[in-house]
């Protein structure tokens, strides 16, 4: 398949995980890939950083925010500056990546955005109280984009994971005292989901296959939510 054939598409958080499957499945199906991370590909972003975010998020078609941080501690435990950078990863550096491709997608004709949330935006998780923060802002910026830039021909939607077997997943459990087991024992399906299934959400929320569907929220969490 060839989906994104003659398309230029950024994906953040492409080091590893979700992102580096997003970006690989970009490219198989024939997209120009900018893979940007703060470390780990070949184009270095700090999504924190406007000024670098403005010389990277141009000329793109796709873009999918995938780049994420998360903490382990309940609000009276976590510090403020914990909570600020958390904030300013997850909510602001999408923010600023959306702010500064949706102009040139409005000159290419128009563009697909994919944000990636988590299922902490939509239920609540113990000990994740600046992270499940943080996504519902992801969320709530995913639907106002939606709204505001339908004439512009640019679909924006988030896509909500649950518990993936990620090394940014398992870094999390170890600081958070917890195991893959237990993590593993609450999924109603009985496993963790990949970055690849997550990738195929993407891939479809960013092709014209999904050309009705804009400012949703697709969530795939192995049934977490729904128990």
Partial sequence: MTRFANKRALVTGAGSGIGAAVARLLEAEGADVVAADIAGTDVRLDVRDEAAVAAVARDIDVLVNVAGVG????????????????????????????KHAIPAMIVRGGGAI????????????????????SKGA?????????????????????????????????????????SLEELTARQPLGRLGTPEEIAEAVAYLASDAASFVTGSVFVIDGGLSAA
């Fill in 71 to 98: 903490a382990t501690t309940n609000a009276p435990d976590t510090p403020l500056e914990v909570w600020e950078n958390v904030f300013a990863v997850n909510a602001r550096g999408t923010f600023l990546c959306c």
């Fill in 114 to 133: 994919v944000n990636v949330a988590s299922v902490a935006a939509v239920v609540g998780l113990r000990n994740r109280a600046a992270y499940c923060a």
């Fill in 138 to 178: 992801v969320v709530a910026l995913t639907r106002a984009l939606a709204v505001d830039h339908v004439n512009d021909g640019i679909r924006v939607n988030a896509v909500c994971p649950g518990t993936v077997d990620t090394p940014w997943v398992r870094r999390l459990v170890e600081d958070a005292g917890e």
